[in-house]
């Protein structure tokens, strides 16, 4: 992998991740743009003890352009992208409307390839491993920025997840916090600690998954399997075998597994409602250990806490989509139509042939 480093004309960063060594990255961000205004804030709420983030700068981003002038596809003559260069393998930029900015954390956007019709399931193995690292690359950096305590990498696919833009992408927010599912781990991780003698929750229910009926693919160094108590409709967790906190822990056999791994999970979450249906609607979202301070979750030590990803649908069935209404919205109390034995079943009915 070569990493190039540059600068967009509004003093932006922007990174091309390279498959070959020999590639130059000298293209100039041509555009007149000053300089990005934001107005991002935290706010903590004194009752829920959660943190909210004020952006009001995002009313103005960009909404469903045509492909043609999509901001996420590589320059081409005089039409002018968020990429200067006229293709690239995988970039990363900072976002022209972050939610969390300056002290507030940080925003960055990652085009998994320049094809604006392709997806993540489409990649190589190749590719889907220039993704990984760069990822990682990106969770290494934005931790050693001040005011970044989490880094979350995350893709969104689909209208009806609310994605603004087709091209094929995901984000990265570096958070000034523990965001709340991470500290609800942190406390369950710490109450079974004490409560076994120390016994790692994480491996607790590892084992208790890969012995059970909900496994939806296996191999060397990872495991997928639709958790007891799923949230979604369809909903699969993503561990590596060996538990490491972040991306960073991965070793050499589960980087060079992952890709195979993975893009046959994304290519089962296509096939599970049939072949004549739209792509199905995700959210991809990668679980890393805090890079603050653990003190207030008693005896938990950053190693205890195991990297995995969550992939999930808000599609329940053939034309119906999964809403957050009271339950969910008012109380956070999830009630889910299908039960997670056959979702398991359902996601290894469409393996590959």
């Not at 690292?133 to 934005?142: C, G, I, P, Q, V």
Request: proline share 7%.
């Amino acid at each position: 992998m070569k990493k190039t480093s540059t600068r967009l004309a509004d003093g932006r960063e922007l990174v091309y991740y390279d498959l070959r060594d020999d590639t130059v990255r000298d293209a100039v961000d041509r555009r007149p743009l000053e300089r990005t205004v934001t107005t991002s804030e935290v706010r903590r709420d004194p009752l829920l003890g959660d943190s909210v983030a004020i952006a009001s700068h995002r009313q103005g981003r960009t909404y469903h352009p045509p492909a043609d002038q999509c901001p996420l596809c590589p320059s081409d003559g005089e039409r002018l992208s968020e990429i200067p260069d006229s293709a690239y393998d995988v970039v990363v930029f900072e976002n022209r409307f972050p939610s969390l900015a300056g002290d507030s954390g940080r925003c960055e956007v990652v085009c998994f390839t320049s094809d604006h019709d392709a997806s993540f399931a489409d990649l190589s193995e190749e590719q889907a491993r220039l993704v990984l690292d760069a990822w990682t690359d990106r969770t290494s950096e934005l931790s050693h920025l001040p005011s970044v305590e989490q880094v979350f990498c995350f893709e969104n696919r689909g209208a009806e997840i609310g994605v603004t833009l087709g091209h094929p992408h995901g984000q990265i927010y570096a958070y000034p916090f523990t965001t709340p599912r991470t500290a609800l781990m942190l406390r369950s991780l710490a109450a079974h600690k004490d409560a076994t003698g120390g016994e790692n929750l994480f491996d607790a229910v590892l084992d208790e998954e890969l012995a059970g009926e909900r496994v939806v693919l296996e191999s060397e160094e990872w495991v997928a399997f639709v958790p007891y108590a799923a949230h979604w409709p369809y909903e699969v967790h993503l561990y590596p075998k060996r538990r490491v906190p972040d991306l960073l822990g991965l070793d050499e056999a589960a980087r060079t597994e992952f890709p195979k791994v993975y893009l046959e999970l994304l290519r089962r979450f296509d096939r599970i409602f049939g072949e004549t249906e739209p792509p199905t609607p995700y959210i991809a979202a990668w679980h890393q250990a805090p890079f603050g301070q653990l003190e207030e979750f008693e005896g938990v030590q950053r190693d205890d806490i195991a990297l995995h990803l969550e992939l999930f649908t808000i599609r329940r069935t053939s034309g119906k989509l999964k809403f957050l209404a009271g339950s969910e919205s008012g109380m956070n109390v999830f009630i889910n139509d299908v039960p997670p034995e056959r979702a398991a079943e359902r996601l290894r009915e469409v393996a590959s042939s």
